[in-house]
């Protein structure tokens, strides 16, 4: 074996060790961008479907009011913000 092949390798095994490191900070870097997605999630709460029809119910904002809404059949509406409606019904009458 010559001088250069165990150059060679002392080369190769540094790029390995390069390429480890590389593997590590992106496998660390995915479990960074997961924990933000899923603290994400959580910060809007868990996905709700229609009870009538399954489908994911759409966020949406109507007049101040955030509810979940599906197209066909209703929305959920949280009970703070269905209380402050019916007091607005009220009012109006
Ligand atoms: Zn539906």
């Known amino acids: 074996m010559s001088v250069v092949d165990?150059?060679?390798r002392l080369g190769q095994k540094l790029r390995d060790l390069e390429k480890a490191r590389e593997d590590q900070w992106?496998?660390?870097h995915d479990r960074?961008?997961?924990d933000k997605l899923r603290r994400r999630?959580?910060?809007q709460g868990p996905q709700m479907n229609c009870p009538q029809?399954?489908?994911a119910l759409e966020s949406v904002t109507r007049k101040g009011?955030?509810?979940s809404?599906?197209?066909e059949h209703g929305a959920w509406i949280e009970k703070e913000a269905l209380e402050r409606l019916?007091?607005?019904v009220r009012d109006s009458k």
Request: charged share 30%; proline share 0%.
């Open 6 to 8: 165990e150059k060679d």
């Open 32 to 34: 960074e961008l997961l």
């Open 26 to 28: 992106a496998a660390e």
């Open 86 to 88: 019916l007091g607005k």
């Open 65 to 67: 009011f955030s509810m």
């Open 53 to 55: 029809c399954g489908r």
């Open 41 to 43: 999630a959580a910060a």
């Open 69 to 71: 809404l599906c197209s």
